[in-house]
């Protein structure tokens, strides 16, 4: 076990590769289940997936289905961060 980075030790750590690419079709069908749930959900600012499922069990469901679960998490996390960003923003244009 020495300094040298390509030891037999280190093989344990690199990450595999066995995410499937999404085609475009179904990258579409992703943002198509994603707008359907967020336009159910409206305005409720909410990023718990227990909450969302429940008030939008349905399209929760088809946006699961649709998405691969790192995208999941993320368009959820980035909705509550553009809703937050334009409630600032609405705060701040009602200041001036």
Same mark, same amino acid.
């Given at each position: 076990?020495? +300094? +040298?980075?390509f030891s037999s030790n280190q093989e344990k750590d690199v990450p =595999? =590769? &066995?995410a499937k690419t999404l085609t475009r079709e179904e990258? #579409? *069908?992703c943002w198509d *289940?994603?707008? !359907?749930l967020f336009?159910?959900?409206g305005d409720k600012p909410t990023n718990d997936t227990d909450?969302?499922? &429940?008030l939008c069990p349905k399209e929760? &469901? &088809?946006y699961e289905g649709a998405c691969a679960a790192s995208w999941i998490d993320y368009f959820i996390k980035r909705r509550m961060l553009e809703m937050? !960003? #334009?409630?600032? !923003? *609405? =705060?701040n244009t009602q200041i001036d």
């Open positions: 076990m020495g +300094w +040298w980075p =595999s =590769s &066995k990258r #579409q *069908a *289940a994603r707008d !359907q336009s159910c959900l909450e969302i499922r &429940k929760f &469901k &088809k937050r !960003q #334009q409630a600032t !923003q *609405a =705060s």
